[in-house]
């Protein structure tokens, strides 16, 4: 079973997140923020993917991002989400080495094409 | 974490670090030194002259080292002045994030000051800034906090700015956002987030 990292400090994202990605047979791990999911990685190894908010506090996503890829994990696929619509916080994530960027709030028709396709399981189109 | 109104400037500085006088018109300058070790130490001391609000605000616009930056807006959440609460409001309009999401947890910690503003931020044509308006609403501790959140939610058009006041309501919300939250629902039928949301919220307030 596929392994994703979610991580917001929104606990009802967090919620939202997880029931719509193990209804799809995914294993789901929750963080609150960049800090907590780095230690998950220490103590619960690397996950097949990560959905990583862009805001939230003592670790953004930009900086977990970049602590991510230079943990020698560069091809781990990361979708980066926000509430924001500014064409600057979507080149900043692809910057920041995401692989997508989407808008919150997510329809799971949205989603889960994504989360396959980024996992090689089918299109991401 | 920042700093306390009123709170006097910490003296744990190593001997070598702040050579200069510490008066007004020496920090100012120092606040534009090449030096970005200088520049935090003349930003730290300005927190005590509130006379400097305007160049530190000024400075905030430029600054492009980190610390500084933070330094900077923590500064101006000591002073909390009116030009230093307007200059932190103008970051909700930066592009950058780090200004900006340094300027919103300083602004979480100014309900007094904040709160005259918030009706209008609320209110801005930018959805973006709206968001962040209820993002600086958080841990704002003002009584207002759930009325501010509850016209959001039954007003405004954009499905992320409403998503964003569900999460925080969903938090903070009493009996009193009953029937906001039934409406939300009914204003977005086809997104699954907010009925979700919502229906947390309801549930956490004894209703759902």
Known sequence: ?125 | MALKKGQPTPACHSPGERQEPRNLETLLQTLLDEDPMKRRWAARDLAEHPAAAVALVTQLQHETDTTVLQVIVTSLGCMANDVAVRGLIDCLYSEHALRRNAAIEVLKELPEPVAPHMGQLLHDPDPDVRIFAVNVLESLRHPNVEEWLIEVILKDDQVNVCATALDLLGEVGSLRAREALQTLKQRFPQEPYIRFAADLALKRIGVG
């Open chain 1, 1 to 125: 079973m596929k392994r994703i990292l979610v991580i917001d400090d929104a606990a009802t994202v967090r919620l939202y997140h997880r029931e719509i990605l193990e209804q799809a047979g995914f294993a789901v791990t929750e963080a609150i923020n960049g800090l907590e999911a780095l230690e998950k990685l220490e103590t619960e190894g690397h996950f097949d993917l990560y959905l990583v908010d862009i805001n939230m506090p003592k670790l953004d996503g930009y900086g977990f991002l970049k602590a991510l890829r230079e943990k020698n994990m560069p091809q781990a696929p990361a979708i980066m989400i926000s509430t924001e619509s500014s064409p600057r916080d979507r080149e900043g994530a692809l910057i920041a080495g995401a692989n997508l960027y989407m808008i919150k709030p997510i329809r799971p028709e949205q989603l889960l094409p994504q989360v396959r396709g980024l996992l090689g399981e089918g299109d991401s189109s």
